[in-house]
């Protein structure tokens, strides 16, 4: 990491997008999704290093649009720390039966942004969110299917995250567990997308994980 302003940078699609500002407005810049919590919460623990904390997560992407807008929107920021959460609509996508899902290009996408990352950022850490869901909503009619899909997902995450020395952030257990208590909805309104409580609850699983790891933020 560098040794001047560290910076963060978060990518992904709709969960982390969080209805983000697309221009300088401070006021609505992070948008109100989990970046927001841990920005918030470390801008303040750590305000006289001032850390710098970017969110370019965009509604509706799957990793292929990651890698498609990846020079402008991750490569040319260079940033410290570069947090990714995508997957769900990789399997919206299958699942609904259009054409842009016709083939699975998760994992070799993924490997296409990570490898140009680590080529041009070398210096850069990586920290791979799993995708995640609950049955309720979207995902109750035809749950074995998406619950298939997710799966596969979280595994093909934990491998790459393994061969690209990541740090990777697990928070599908986190939700199960909190569910049981609540319901799903409470935590992710439509089984897919989070409540207030379960940015929350993901900003927290990540700051936990994140903190105890090599590319804590200090």
Known sequence: MSEQQLTVLFQGDSITDGSRGRNDDLNHILGHSYPYLIASRLGYELAEKAPHFINKGISGNRVSDLYARWNEDALSLKPDVLSILIGVNDAWRTMSGEASGATDRFERAY?????????????????LVEPFILKTGATVERWDEWQQ?????????????AEYDAVLVRVQHVFDKASEVTG???????????????????????????QKSSLAIK
Do not use: C, M, N
């Open 184 to 210: 799903a909805a409470y935590w992710l309104w439509d089984g897919v997308h989070p409540t207030a409580a379960g940015h929350e609850l993901l900003a927290r699983e990540w700051l936990s994980t994140v």
């Open 111 to 127: 490997r296409h942004l990570l490898e140009e990352t680590a080529e041009v950022l070398p210096q850069t850490g990586f920290v």
């Open 149 to 161: 899909i997710i799966k596969g997902y979280q595994e093909k995450t934990a491998a790459l995250a």
